[in-house]
């Protein structure tokens, strides 16, 4: 496999996006939502294999005091080569130069990758507090 993967901070396309949600186990989101939802985003990293997308992370939020941090995918073909930790760095370095002292980082972790998630300071929450969520 080629392990000469491009990174780039271009917003990938809303159709492409969605192939990898779905070949990476999340969830198909609308292409129109898709869209704007690129759109808006904070800070994008993308990973490509020539042209293909092939892994990418992305941060949402308020740009002041609340971050979130998502869509971190990697297809199965190139998982277990360190590009999900590629896309966390990236993310991370873009935290720690670019936001205000005290703003509140956080993310959903799916089993086994909280373990990567730990690696770049998370914890758990609970049981102070914990995740919830409503879809539309």
Same mark, same amino acid.
């Given at each position: 496999?080629?392990?000469?993967?491009?990174?780039?901070?271009?917003?990938?396309?809303?159709?492409?996006?969605? !192939?990898?949600?779905?070949?990476?186990?999340? #969830?198909?989101? $609308?292409?129109?939502?898709?869209?704007?939802?690129? %759109? =808006? *985003?904070?800070?994008?990293?993308?990973?490509?294999?020539?042209?293909?997308?092939?892994?990418?992370?992305?941060?949402?939020?308020?740009?002041?005091?609340?971050?979130?941090?998502?869509?971190?995918?990697?297809?199965?073909?190139?998982?277990? !080569?360190?590009?999900?930790?590629?896309?966390? #760095?990236?993310? $991370?370095?873009?935290?720690?130069?670019?936001?205000? %002292? =005290? *703003?509140?980082?956080?993310?959903?972790?799916?089993?086994?990758?909280?373990?990567?998630?730990?690696?770049?300071?998370?914890?758990?929450?609970?049981?102070?507090?914990?995740?919830?969520?409503?879809?539309?």
């Amino acid at each position: 496999m080629n392990m000469d993967i491009a990174v780039s901070y271009e917003i990938p396309d809303a159709q492409e996006y969605n !192939n990898l949600r779905i070949i990476s186990g999340l #969830s198909p989101k $609308d292409e129109v939502g898709s869209e704007v939802g690129l %759109k =808006n *985003s904070i800070f994008i990293v993308t990973l490509r294999d020539s042209e293909k997308l092939i892994g990418m992370g992305r941060i949402i939020g308020d740009k002041g005091c609340f971050y979130h941090i998502v869509d971190i995918a990697v297809a199965p073909s190139y998982q277990g !080569n360190g590009l999900g930790k590629r896309i966390m #760095s990236e993310i $991370d370095t873009y935290l720690k130069n670019n936001i205000p %002292k =005290n *703003s509140y980082v956080s993310l959903i972790a799916d089993i086994p990758a909280d373990e990567l998630y730990k690696k770049f300071g998370f914890e758990y929450s609970a049981p102070k507090s914990v995740g919830m969520m409503r879809k539309i």
